[in-house]
């Protein structure tokens, strides 16, 4: 079946440090892949996708590379800022559904 | 502005009553999903919809209702057969059902039973 696992949360880390959330997937075919971001209270905002393998996704200073040899999406940023604090979903969609990991939890402290 | 909204922000329900969630889109979107979120999870589908007056369930439709009428439109009836219905609702809309839509999001309606 399809399916996303994500790291497990929560990760804390202090403001500049280098950030890697790892995601790998499960699925027919060959999904589009998708990183999106929720800050408390609110919904899921688009952070960066990618539609095919070795395509890499970037916004706002993350970047995420399509690995289909490795079935993953893993998400990094060079330099966290205190405002990056929220809980990240991977995603994938094989055209007829979307399929969320559970969330990773970032908290940035100062 | 384009985007999608949700209300009301946060619901209060008594045990037995149904209670419907509203969700609207001026994106000219031709698909609509509805997601349930529960704490330290990820996001379970309940209904989505490709066109008006069309729709199909998700994984977890028991005890909700939806319907399509129009295209901006995709209102949740969440019922009284719906054994745990407190949780975090999303409303998500795309330009189609394909592999490689982005799905967007409205901010969601917080729904509690009392």
């Known amino acids: 079946g399809n399916s996303v696992t994500q790291m497990e949360g929560p990760v804390t880390l202090s403001e500049e440090a280098f950030l890697t959330i790892n995601c790998t997937y499960t699925a027919t075919g060959y999904p589009s892949l998708f990183w999106y971001v929720q800050y408390p209270g609110e919904g899921l905002q688009l952070l960066l996708k990618?539609?095919?393998?070795?395509d890499k996704g970037s916004n706002k200073g993350f970047e995420a590379t399509y690995r289909k040899e490795t079935t993953s999406f893993h998400l990094e940023k060079g330099s966290v800022q205190v405002s990056d604090s929220a809980v990240y979903f991977c995603a994938l969609n094989t055209g007829n559904q979307f399929y969320f990991g559970t969330g990773t939890s970032l908290t940035v402290i100062p | 502005d384009g985007g999608i909204t949700q209300s009301p922000k946060y619901l209060f329900r008594k045990e037995g009553q149904n209670v419907t969630l509203s969700c609207e889109q001026n994106?000219?979107?031709?698909?609509m999903y509805w997601y349930r979120q529960d704490p330290g999870q990820g996001l379970r589908l309940i209904y989505y919809s490709q066109i008006v007056n069309d729709f199909q369930k998700g994984d977890i439709a028991e005890g909700y209702s939806v319907s399509r009428e129009k295209k901006e439109s995709f209102p949740l009836t969440v019922t009284s057969a719906q054994k745990n219905p407190t949780a975090f609702y999303l409303c998500?809309?795309?330009?189609?059902?394909?592999?490689?839509?982005?799905?967007?999001f409205g901010p969601g309606t917080r729904l509690t039973v009392l």
């Open positions: 994106l000219n979107h031709d698909a």
């Open positions: 998500a809309s795309s330009m189609r059902v394909g592999k490689a839509d982005t799905q967007y």
């Open positions: 990618a539609t095919k393998a070795d």
